[in-house]
């Protein structure tokens, strides 16, 4: 068996509510699973779903004190009076900032933007960045993807006689800031009817309401801002996704352009995942390493040249924002190992000095995915003693209501369940881990296991392209809408290899029956080597196509596999046990039936359960307890392997049966040469095997292990004697058959064994011990190999 990386939960739908769905809607089946599964089963609600582009906006009016912030902008840009964007240093923001910042310049504003550094500032409202912006002459300060929190800067503002408008959509504290308007979804006073847009959401909402018409010239910036930031993509952030993405592969912004060739991507083609892996993480690049004024730089210019080189830059800050994640991963990995590997870290709180707080996150993001534990990041500064940092959570622990328990020691944090960000004194991080891993003591132990949640069992046969463009109509995927994860089940391998310069990947082609579907697992190479060839796989995955050379064909990218039933690896014949050895899991039972061979393989196995095994009661005695079972030699007698087999069914078995001279076991001697045998040692009377055994050997054309043998059963059955290496015939001999002879039975048995297991093919071998076992059917899930 193999057992999957993580708990798989199929979901369930109702086939009359699917069916109803389906045909309202004239959609496929599958297509209407799908719906209901993410809870829309409404023929309008799905329709609204499916068609998103065709929908329209909010009114942002709806928002509370919009009415407030358009007015008070009207005025100022009328009296001329100087406006600032407050915006934030991720993707997110400086989207935001690009959204709000072409507006106000539209309508004529005298705007300019700022952002704080990451390093000198942090996240949100400071008060320095606020007295500046005032001394310098700004009387309207409007925040966007940020402020819920900033209490004590906007009271600030307050005595400065300088309006602020927030514009956010983090999770409101307890106490609100004082400002002239807070737009905000999830505003505690707020009727808004959609509650999780991003802060580029909001930020085009105000827009939209400024300019008096839905700037659709903008929607290529909020699909970026919206997918990046990992809101969910329902209701009207799907709708300003679509439409988004649309406006985003016509796009004539010469940044995106140039981002998106040095990230090797064509514009034309561009989707969520082009977003998520291309240009969301090289606009946060800019602002984890230094300060994120080039991003929006790089959004707003309409100078290609320009663009060009702002770009070749982002470029170089993102691959040095990824050696130093890098390096920052190993270095939290390696405390983790020796700290807090213990059971009762249920979160990890990890702190050092030195670290680049620009990353943080994406350290925690990775550590989530090592260790699935909530985990928080810091890095420490030694000159002013505080810690300030990310944490990245799971399911089931809700990160930001966790902290707000401990609000006490954390003077500044903000987020979302799943996400937060914190500034706390450091002599309080370790007051902050003992309240976390208390406040997590209520959780389950199954939360701590990762689940995947598949979305349909298919089989082989329906994966063509036309199911693979119905799925797209669920697209685009992201946060609470997931690409859909299908689940192939006993599905045999025609082909399997490790790909890549480090093998850590595996090309495989499925097949039922006579279908077969290629498929792809990334870092799942490790898996070729405990996948038996006649092993039948569960695998999941998504779903998409393969474009090569023209032509086009359906691909699985596995996402994870299992096999459920025991599995049978061949090692017979290979003459270097180190080449197999390694690839034994450390929980396997080794057993060898014979001295020799016991202490020939001791070392190798000196990280396992080694077990000799001389007789029967001794096999029955040996509990496998579905662990690995690795077979070194053959026993003499077959019930010795049967009594061992039939304890309990191994999850594997590893077929070696070595022996040093193979040849040993290769026939047993014919009756002809028995009796030819027989004759000689009548004629001589007295032989002196001990001597001369090897000359009659020779001459016969036989092996010394042949004429002992022999010998051997002529004393079992009191043919002849034997005195000091001398063989004589008895004067009284009793007719009797070869086969009462014990060593010609276990002789005959070796010989059997050795034509049935030695020798016989990978199928037979597989057969006979399940026909002597019955080792059939699935077993207990196990960890074997990750």
Same mark, same amino acid.
């Not at 086939?15 to 699917?18: D, F, H, K, V």
């Given at each position: 068996?193999?057992?999957?990386k993580t708990?798989?939960?199929?979901?369930e739908?109702s086939?009359?509510?699917?069916k109803?769905?389906a045909?309202?809607?004239n959609?496929p089946?599958?297509i209407?699973?799908?719906?209901?599964?993410?809870?829309?089963a409404?023929?309008?609600?799905? *329709?609204d779903?499916?068609?998103?582009?065709?929908?329209e906006v909010?009114?942002?009016?709806l928002m509370?004190d919009?009415?407030?912030?358009?007015d008070r902008?009207?005025r100022?840009?009328?009296?001329?009076e100087?406006?600032?964007?407050y915006?934030?240093?991720?993707?997110?923001?400086?989207?935001?900032?690009?959204v709000?910042?072409?507006?106000?310049r539209?309508l004529g504003a005298?705007?300019?933007?700022?952002?704080?550094?990451?390093?000198?500032?942090?996240?949100g409202?400071?008060e320095?960045?606020?007295?500046?912006?005032?001394?310098?002459?700004?009387?309207?300060?409007i925040?966007?993807?940020n402020?819920?929190?900033g209490?004590?800067?906007?009271?600030v503002l307050?005595?400065?006689?300088?309006?602020?408008?927030?514009?956010d959509?983090?999770e409101?504290?307890?106490?609100?800031?004082?400002?002239?308007?807070?737009?905000h979804?999830n505003?505690?006073?707020?009727?808004?009817?959609?509650?999780?847009?991003?802060g580029?959401?909001?930020?085009?909402?105000l827009?939209?309401?400024?300019?008096?018409r839905? +700037?659709d010239?903008l929607?290529?910036?909020?699909?970026?801002?919206?997918?990046a930031?990992?809101?969910?993509?329902?209701?009207?952030?799907?709708?300003?996704?679509?439409?988004?993405?649309?406006?985003l592969?016509?796009?004539r912004?010469?940044?995106i352009h140039?981002?998106?060739?040095?990230?090797?991507?064509?514009?034309?083609?561009?989707?969520?995942?082009t977003?998520?892996?291309?240009?969301g993480?090289?606009l946060?690049?800019?602002?984890?390493?230094?300060?994120a004024?080039?991003?929006?730089d790089?959004l707003?210019?309409?100078?290609?040249?320009e663009?060009?080189?702002?770009a070749?830059?982002?470029?170089r800050?993102?691959k040095e924002?990824?050696?130093?994640v890098?390096?920052i991963?190993?270095?939290?990995t390696?405390?983790?190992?020796?700290?807090?590997?213990?059971?009762g870290?249920?979160?990890l709180?990890l702190?050092?000095?030195?670290?680049n707080?620009?990353?943080?996150?994406i350290?925690?993001?990775?550590?989530?995915e090592?260790?699935?534990r909530?985990?928080?990041?810091?890095c420490?500064?030694e000159?002013?003693?505080?810690a300030?940092?990310s944490a990245?959570?799971?399911e089931?622990?809700?990160?930001?209501?966790?902290?707000?328990?401990?609000?006490?020691?954390?003077?500044?944090?903000g987020?979302? +369940?799943?996400?937060?960000?914190?500034?706390?004194?450091a002599?309080?991080?370790?007051?902050?881990?003992e309240n976390?891993n208390?406040?997590?003591?209520?959780?389950?132990?199954e939360?701590?296991?990762?689940?995947?949640?598949?979305d349909?069992?298919?089989?082989?046969?329906?994966?063509?392209?036309?199911a693979?463009?119905?799925?797209?109509?669920?697209?685009?995927?992201?946060m609470?809408?997931?690409?859909?994860?299908?689940?192939?089940?006993?599905?045999?391998?025609?082909?399997?290899?490790?790909?890549?310069?480090?093998?850590?990947h595996?090309?495989?082609?499925?097949?039922?029956?006579?279908?077969?579907?290629?498929?792809?697992?990334?870092?799942?190479?490790?898996a070729?080597?405990?996948i038996?060839?006649?092993?039948?796989i569960?695998?999941?995955?998504?779903?998409?196509v393969n474009?090569?050379n023209n032509?086009?064909?359906?691909?699985?990218?596995?996402?994870?596999?299992?096999?459920?039933?025991?599995?049978?690896?061949?090692v017979?014949g290979?003459?270097?046990?180190?080449?197999?050895v390694?690839?034994?899991?450390?929980?396997?039972?080794?057993?060898s039936?014979?001295k020799g061979?016991?202490?020939?393989?001791?070392?190798?196995?000196?990280?396992?359960?080694?077990?000799?095994i001389?007789d029967h009661?001794?096999?029955?005695?040996?509990?496998?307890?579905q662990?690995?079972?690795?077979?070194?030699?053959?026993?003499?007698?077959?019930?010795v392997?049967?009594?061992?087999?039939?304890?309990?069914?191994? *999850?594997?078995?590893?077929?070696h049966?070595?022996?040093?001279d193979?040849?040993f076991?290769?026939?047993v001697?014919?009756?002809d040469?028995?009796?030819?045998?027989?004759?000689f040692?009548k004629?001589?009377?007295t032989?002196?095997?001990?001597?001369?055994?090897?000359?009659l050997?020779?001459?016969?054309?036989?092996?010394i292990?042949?004429?002992?043998?022999?010998t051997k059963?002529?004393?079992?059955?009191d043919?002849?004697t034997?005195?000091d290496?001398?063989?004589?015939i008895n004067e009284?001999?009793?007719?009797?058959?070869?086969?009462?002879?014990?060593a010609?039975?276990?002789?005959?048995?070796s010989?059997?064994?050795?034509?049935?297991?030695?020798?016989?093919?990978?199928h037979?071998?597989k057969?006979?011990?399940e026909?002597?076992?019955?080792?059939?059917?699935?077993?207990?899930?196990?960890?074997?190999?990750?």
């Open positions: 068996m193999l057992t999957s708990r798989w939960n199929v979901k739908t086939g009359e509510q699917s109803r769905l045909e309202a809607l959609i089946l599958f209407a699973n799908l719906l209901i599964q993410r809870g829309i409404e023929p309008d609600a799905a *329709s779903f499916l068609y998103a582009d065709k929908k909010h009114d942002p009016f509370k919009m009415d407030k912030a358009v902008i009207k100022a840009i009328s009296e001329q100087m406006i600032l964007v915006g934030d240093y991720d993707a997110d923001g400086v989207t935001s900032t690009s709000l910042l072409t507006a106000l539209e005298e705007a300019e933007f700022y952002i704080p550094n990451r390093f000198t500032e942090g996240y409202p400071n320095g960045a606020f007295r500046d912006a005032v001394a310098q002459g700004f009387s309207l300060i925040t966007v993807d402020g819920i929190s209490v004590h800067e906007a009271q307050k005595e400065l006689n300088t309006d602020l408008i927030i514009t959509h983090h409101p504290g307890p106490e609100l800031p004082e400002a002239l308007a807070i737009i979804p505003h505690p006073e707020s009727n808004y009817p959609f509650k999780e847009l991003a580029v959401g909001v930020a085009f909402k827009a939209h309401a400024l300019l008096g839905v +700037p010239e929607l290529d910036l909020v699909a970026i801002g919206t997918i930031d990992l809101v969910p993509l329902h209701g009207e952030n799907r709708i300003l996704v679509k439409k988004g993405l649309k406006q592969r016509a796009t912004r010469p940044g140039a981002i998106l060739k040095k990230a090797g991507s064509n514009v034309s083609e561009a989707d969520e995942e977003v998520g892996f291309a240009i993480p090289r946060n690049a800019v602002g984890r390493l230094s300060d004024d080039p991003a929006v790089l707003m210019t309409e100078d290609t040249g663009a060009e080189g702002i070749a830059e982002i470029d800050l993102n924002r990824q050696s130093i890098a390096e991963t190993k270095e939290a390696e405390i983790v190992e020796e700290h807090y590997r213990s059971e870290n249920r979160v709180v702190a050092k000095a030195g670290w707080p620009g990353v943080v996150g350290v925690a993001s990775k550590l989530v090592k260790y699935y909530p985990v928080i990041i810091l420490i500064d000159d002013s003693g505080k300030k940092g990245r959570s799971i089931g622990f809700n990160m930001f209501q966790e902290l707000s328990k401990n609000r006490e020691i954390l003077p500044h944090f987020g979302h +369940p799943m996400a937060a960000g914190m500034t706390l004194s002599e309080h991080v370790d007051l902050l881990r976390l208390r406040q997590a003591e209520s959780m389950r132990d939360d701590f296991i990762p689940v995947t949640h598949i349909v069992p298919i089989k082989i046969e329906d994966t063509d392209l036309k693979i463009e119905q799925l797209n109509m669920l697209s685009p995927f992201g609470k809408n997931a690409k859909p994860k299908v689940l192939v089940e006993q599905a045999a391998i025609s082909s399997i290899r490790k790909i890549g310069a480090n093998q850590n595996l090309k495989v082609t499925l097949k039922q029956d006579d279908y077969s579907l290629d498929a792809i697992a990334f870092q799942l190479g490790e070729a080597d405990h038996s060839p006649l092993a039948s569960d695998v999941i995955g998504e779903l998409s474009e090569w032509t086009r064909k359906p691909q699985l990218f596995i996402k994870d596999l299992r096999v459920k039933e025991w599995q049978l690896f061949d017979r290979i003459t270097q046990p180190a080449r197999w390694s690839l034994v899991p450390e929980n396997a039972v080794a057993v039936f014979k061979t016991y202490d020939r393989f001791c070392d190798l196995f000196s990280g396992h359960e080694l077990h000799l001389e009661e001794q096999a029955k005695q040996t509990d496998l307890m662990r690995p079972l690795v077979l070194l030699d053959l026993p003499e007698e077959e019930r392997l049967v009594n061992l087999i039939n304890n309990e069914r191994p *999850s594997r078995l590893y077929a049966f070595y022996h040093e193979p040849q076991f290769s026939a001697p014919g009756r040469q028995f009796a030819w045998f027989f004759a040692l004629k001589r009377g032989f002196n095997l001990k001597n001369q055994g090897q000359a050997a020779s001459h016969r054309g036989w092996s292990d042949t004429i002992n043998f022999m059963v002529f004393f079992e059955l043919f002849v034997i005195n290496g001398f063989v004589s009284h001999i009793q007719k009797r058959d070869l086969t009462e002879s014990p010609y039975q276990r002789k005959t048995q010989v059997k064994m050795e034509q049935e297991l030695l020798y016989s093919s990978f037979d071998l057969r006979w011990f026909e002597r076992s019955g080792w059939t059917g699935q077993l207990e899930e196990e960890k074997v190999w990750i």
